[in-house]
């Protein structure tokens, strides 16, 4: 069992940044693959970024890539999710996935964060 936490979400003008942190509880926090989902009001829950247990690999949806940086630490058992450039269609909840595979959909996902609202202002 994980239990995912979010951190870091708020309200930031067009042009700014956010770098957002998920905690994971338990000690096998390394054997997971981790991601970020995002939902937006009215929209599916869709992929932004995901890294490999191992920090071996990453991969990004299109609309982030170039602006936006996954990375983890697995001496602390946290994720994050480095957020530049950030535009208004960036306006969602962001969700902490982790799995044993890795992740491309929400199909891949074993266990969900809570989600952060992320707010951008144009």
């Known amino acids: 069992q994980v239990q995912l936490g979010e951190s870091g979400g708020g309200l930031v003008q067009a042009g700014g940044s956010l770098r957002l942190s998920c905690a994971a509880s338990g000690r096998t926090f390394r054997s997971y693959a981790m991601a970020w989902f995002r939902q937006a009001p009215g929209k599916e829950r869709e992929f932004v970024a995901a890294i490999s247990w191992n920090d071996v690999s990453t991969r990004y949806a299109d609309s982030v890539k170039g602006r936006f940086t996954i990375s983890r630490d697995n001496t602390k058992n946290t994720a994050y999710l480095q957020m530049n450039s950030l535009n208004p269609e960036d306006t969602a909840v962001y969700y902490c996935?982790?799995?044993?595979?890795?992740?491309?959909?929400?199909?891949?996902?074993?266990?969900w964060g809570q989600g952060t609202q992320v707010t951008v202002s144009s």
């Open positions: 996935a982790a799995s044993r595979s890795s992740i491309a959909t929400v199909y891949d996902v074993d266990y």
